[in-house]
């Protein structure tokens, strides 16, 4: 009886059984779902809310440890004059300080409800839902369009194709309209702020205090004009020019601030930059209202009117029987309407690329490669022709040689070809007529006065062009970058920026033209070739930091050509090449001990020069008395 009963527990529950079961939960639910509802609803919000708490808790502890770390940084690390502003630079953080910011900000680009920003947020937002509408409208009658093409009727194709025609206008009316509501959105946020600023700026003397006694704020007229137009083109795009206007009448004040305060013409001042300020603004208004027609025609005839137009050209070979033809199947038709498509896709490209060239008056040919030369025989002709000019002096020979050691230096006037000497010695320019003999161009390292900074890590400055994977194949660690960066003064460079070697920036911008030129450098000691042109690549740095540059360059075994104007490279070099201007050219040994006496000789004989027609009048002077 045991084994009985046990068996009879451990027998499944009949279907009966489970439909009850399944039918008392369902009218449960159904009796108590607003509740049930209300409920998940509650659990979801709770639960999120207290994920965000989580997330500002986490941030702001990551905020602090950064912090520390950034002042533990800064009490070690000691930085040149070169590189104190990235230093110096606070980074912006998404903690609660920054909402507590865009909240103030807020309430003064947006001072109450009945305000006209209000009233253009709440258009705005009525024009997104209705763009939505179309946009779903429109897509639904796409998938219409292709189908009644596919079915081969002709009378609804032609019908969905008015009343895509027809909608076209509420949907360009739309685009426009959320263009203009965004333009007008900026100009009413940058007015408030601009107003708000004056007020702040023009008062008590403010302005006088930040450009002549506080040096916290720096380029005050820059913050104003500028900055308040960034912050309002994260909403909407502002004309790039509105910033000029205001930003030269905010320098005429501060560059006159010593003379407007005394005669307490602050007021005065607020009044003139207003007044600019609303006429600019009175003046944008007219363009946006011009670019709003304009917007709405565009957007209508290309999206629309050229869309319709193609869809018709598409169907032609569908609605359109040809003689000898059979009848096609859907599959046919919906065989040629993809062909069809994809070539006017493929012509319209092709279109568009052509009128582009015509525009830019840029064409190309497409060069075949040939084995012969029958079709640059008139240019093969002129190789060897001398050409001659009557306000150029052409060199027609120049030879020059130089052995691992002799280092090279190239002095010329402006515009003799020193720098295309170096460009063809780099191998960017052809050689058309003469024998160059270099070594490979692997040995060979050129360096510009602007240095080229690629996108990438700070790392990759370093050793550009090889990648991380070349860079530790040829054995180079961090430690051995540090090294090169310690050569040049730039050990505390890593530390700068979060990531250190592996950080990524627009280094063109970040670093100053004397950071770039000890970059560039300390690439060139990475390299380490046979061989370096240098085309003033030292410009921007200090005499110091030259020397040691030349010094380390020459102790690697690095050859040097340099072309440059500064007497102090002279000692550094044992040769050099000198053009005239005249088609005149000297290679020879370089002693620049002896040179710079010369040098110093010839300027004070034309001081002396110079002075001789004062002394010819004195003495005339003094012969007549």
Known sequence: MAAQSKLSVLTPPSDRTIR???????????SNRSRISRAVWITLFVALANRIRHAISEQKAASQRESSQRAARSGVTTSTGETDEPAKKKKVELNREFFRSLLRLLKIVIPGWKSKETRLLISRSFFLVIRTLISLKVAAMDGQIVKSLVKGNGREFLMRIVWWMLIAVPATFTNSMLSYHQAELSLKYRTRLTQHIHDKYLSQLTFYGISALDDRIKNADQLIAVDVAKFSNSLAEVYSNLAKPLLDMHSRLIDHAEEVAPFNGHEAEKD????????????VNYILRRRFYHGFMEDFVIKYFWGALGLLLCSAPVFVKMPGHVAMSMGDRTESFVTNRRMLLSASDAFGRVMNDIRSGHFEKKLDSSSGTEGNEAVLKRRDTVIESEDIEFKDALSFSLKPGDHLLVVAPNGCGKSSLFRILGGLWPVYGGTVRKPPFAHIFYIPQRPYLSRGSLRQQ???????????????????????????????????????????????????????????????????????????????????TEKVMYDTAKSLGITLMTVSHRKS?????????????????????????????LEDEKEELDVLLRQVPELEKRVAELTAA
């Not at 180079?476 to 700068?496: M, R, Y």
């Not at 050099?576 to 001990?593: A, M, S």
Request: a neutral charge; hydrophobic letters at 40%.
């Open 20 to 30: 009850s079961v399944v039918a008392n939960l369902t009218s449960l639910y159904l």
């Open 272 to 283: 003139t930059l207003d007044k600019g300020y609303f006429t600019l603004i009175k003046h």
């Open 462 to 544: 370093i050793t550009y062009p090889d990648s991380l994977r070349q860079v530790r194949a040829r054995g180079v660690t961090d430690s051995d970058l540090d090294a090169i960066l310690a050569i040049l003064g730039l050990e505390h460079l890593p530390a700068l920026y979060d990531g250190g070697w592996d950080a990524e920036a627009e280094w063109r911008d970040v670093l100053s033209g004397g950071l770039q030129q000890r970059v560039a450098m300390a690439r060139l000691f990475y390299h380490k070739p046979k061989y370096a042109i240098l085309d003033e690549c030292t410009s921007s740095v200090t005499l110091d």
């Open 569 to 597: 490279l002279w000692k550094y070099h044992s040769r050099i090449l000198q053009f005239d201007g005249q088609g005149n050219y000297v290679f020879t040994k370089l002693d620049p001990e002896r040179r710079l006496k």
